[in-house]
């Protein structure tokens, strides 16, 4: 194991530990500060980008490897401290400029989007990671392979550089002083994800937000105008796919709506939510409205504490999925991959309370307990005893019934007018 995946080891049990005591701190003071349903999409799209990672990391580390190796203007030494904490210091610089493009740059915002729909401001939501930022975010980090960084230094400071942002995603958290004046913290790092104007595109330092300072893009939180959470487009959804896919497909739309070349390839680059006049005219869309009603479709309790329930499967499933990548046969771990975005698709449709959502859950829970009834094994992992066959397959079978009962009974009270609780 290297010292990557000893890292990540630690820290997932860390993350979800940390996010129970913030629900804990909330309630006690009062706060409500998580929504089940976002929450789960929130945490299903960090499963995606994990997911993804599995296979991009040949790309992205391949590439840089190879710059290192054959471009590097220097032979910096992995066991030196100096390298290691100016390596850290570079790439928090680089992420910088990664991050400000990301919001000045339409086609690099259709990767970072992700990160910023959800509405709620909690520690789920610094998990809400991309599954598209690996397409180009690896450019701005290669000016560290060619001064000559090796490429384990670089892994290490830029899970480091990753996992330090997590605690600053947090209402609960208040000023810190001198805390907030150098390092990128809960305060300077809610003024970020606000869609007021004053807030709006500021404050993108990893873990210094000197970087923000020096180059004329920091903002103070200010208590007299609390931020405002999500984006400007709202996803308005819980699909995790869409999530992913939706400004991709509304540029691409403005794109060949456009009448000229030149705005055909304008709309990729310019700042996200130019559109060309002419697109603008004939397609307008809804002004931004910072008062607008949090997107909430109705969901009984049973049924979300169902999709919790079926969401904390998943994510045992998607921890079993990367542990097994390092030794899985392609196909499987292919097959393996489609099933748990799928999966996450059934359920992010079911969470918005669609009638559909019910059929796709239902198909995905029979799916699920025909693969090991009538293979044997689960995705490369052959020779199941009997017992271990019948748990995987009486979990879903179980899981029907509850949901089918849950269906009818949530059908039951819109019949009788009764409100379905959320």
């Known amino acids: 194991m290297n010292m990557q995946e000893i890292i990540i080891t630690w820290a997932t049990p860390v993350f979800f530990a940390l996010i129970a005591l913030e629900l804990l701190v909330a309630r006690l003071r009062g706060r409500v500060v998580y929504h089940g349903t976002d929450a789960i999409n929130s945490l299903g799209l960090g499963v995606i980008s994990q997911i993804v990672a599995v296979f991009s990391k040949l790309l992205t580390f391949g590439i840089y490897a190879w710059c290192a190796q054959h471009l590097a203007l220097f032979a910096l030494p992995a066991g030196s401290a100096w390298v290691w904490v100016s390596a850290l210091l570079c790439y928090d610089f680089c992420y910088y400029w990664l991050h400000r493009a990301g919001h000045e740059v339409n086609i690099l915002w259709a990767a970072h989007v992700v990160h910023h729909q959800s509405e709620d401001y909690n520690l789920s939501t610094a998990l809400r990671q991309t599954g598209s930022g690996v397409l180009l975010g690896w450019l701005f980090y290669l000016p560290m392979a060619v001064v000559g960084y090796p490429l384990e230094v670089f ?5 480091i550089d990753l996992l330090y942002q ?31 104007d004053k807030y709006l595109d500021r404050n993108y330092g990893g873990i210094l937000i000197v970087w923000d300072r ?12 609390p931020p405002v959470y999500g984006t400007r487009s709202p996803l308005r959804s819980w699909n995790p796919l869409w999530a992913n896919a939706e400004v991709y497909w509304a540029t691409l739309q403005d794109a060949w709506h456009a ?34 009603e949090r997107f909430t479709p109705p969901l009984s309790r049973g049924l979300t504490a169902y999709s919790l329930v079926q969401f904390a499967l998943l994510l045992a499933m998607g921890v079993h999925f990367l542990d097994l990548a390092k030794h899985l046969p392609a196909g499987s771990l292919v097959g393996y991959a489609v099933f748990l975005l799928l999966s996450l698709y059934a359920l992010g449709v079911l969470t918005e309370g669609r009638r559909s959502g019910l059929v796709l859950e239902g198909l995905r829970l029979l799916v699920t ?9 689960w995705f490369g992992v052959t020779h199941l005893d009997v017992r271990a066959i019948a748990a995987l397959v009486a979990i879903p079978v179980l899981s029907a019934l509850a949901l089918g009962w849950l269906a009818l009974g949530a059908r039951g009270q819109a019949g009788s007018g009764k409100p379905i609780p959320g």
């Open 166 to 196: 997590f605690w600053v995603h947090t209402e609960l958290v208040g000023r810190l002083g001198w805390f907030d004046r150098v390092f990128c913290s809960p305060s300077n790092h809610r003024a970020h994800h606000a869609v007021n």
């Open 214 to 225: 020096l180059f004329g893009s920091f903002v103070e939180e200010d208590d007299n105008e």
């Open 259 to 292: 009448r000229r070349w030149r705005d055909k390839l304008l709309v990729w680059l310019k700042p996200p939510g130019w559109r060309p006049a002419d697109v603008a005219a004939r397609f307008p869309k809804p002004a931004f409205d910072l008062r607008r």
């Open 155 to 159: 892994v290490v400071v830029a899970l």
């Open 369 to 377: 307990a025909c693969i090991p009834l009538f293979t044997g094994d």
